[in-house]
């Protein structure tokens, strides 16, 4: 099955960038799409096809998808960025959606 | 705006049956794909199934095949999750989502419900 691998954790000062991969086989030939989940919270769609951002979403978030590697940009980090952020694709030679591990993004 | 609520969630034994709800709203349901995801307490995210619009079009992940059954009913703005012979490690909060077109393919999930939760149990 496809696997989407991300660093456990990510910290970050405030006002510095975090970056967040997403590792897959040629993933830059699929679309990338990213949500942040803050405790006890639902998901938030903040990307999606790699580089667009919903509406509401500030530009801060962004997204980039190349070779092997997708990444979540996130620029002047604020305290209230701190959350799990997770990569989703869909696999179409096996029909299903698939989540990244996931990503702690702790704001020192 | 767009409003999704799930309902169904419980205690229940393994090998039982339970029948999750996600009533919309704000939308025209019947022109959108929908999906059920789900998350362990203290997991990460694991799609579970999509619909598309029409209901015609189903896709399931493998840890659910032959055990759940998504299906929706366009007329009473609702998605369900039908889930049989559940398991121990079906325990999760199950969240439905709304898919951007009328397919279950190539989507993002965008707005989610908040979420309920199923804990199997003996």
Known sequence: ?108 | QVQLVESGGGVVQPGRSLRLSCAASGFTFSSFGMHWVRQAPGKGLEWVAVISYDGIMKYYADSVKGRFTISRDNSKNTLYLQMNSLRAEDTAVYFCAKAPHSSGEHNWFDPWGQGTLVTVSS
């Not at chain 1, 998808?65 to 996130?74: E, H, P, V």
Request: proline share 6%; charged share 15%; net charge negative.
């Open chain 1, 1 to 108: 099955s496809y696997v989407l691998t991300q660093p456990p954790s990510v910290s970050v000062a405030p006002g510095q960038t975090a970056r967040i991969t997403c590792g897959g086989n040629n993933i830059g030939s699929k679309s990338v799409h990213w949500y942040q989940q803050k405790p006890g919270q639902a998901p938030v769609l903040v990307v999606y096809d790699d580089s667009d951002r919903p509406s509401g979403i500030p530009e801060r978030f962004s997204g980039s998808n190349s070779g092997n590697t997708a990444t979540l940009t996130i620029s002047r980090v604020e305290a209230g960025d701190e959350a799990d952020y997770y990569c989703q694709v869909w696999d179409s030679s096996r029909d299903l959606h698939v989540f990244g591990t996931g990503t702690k993004v702790t704001v020192l």
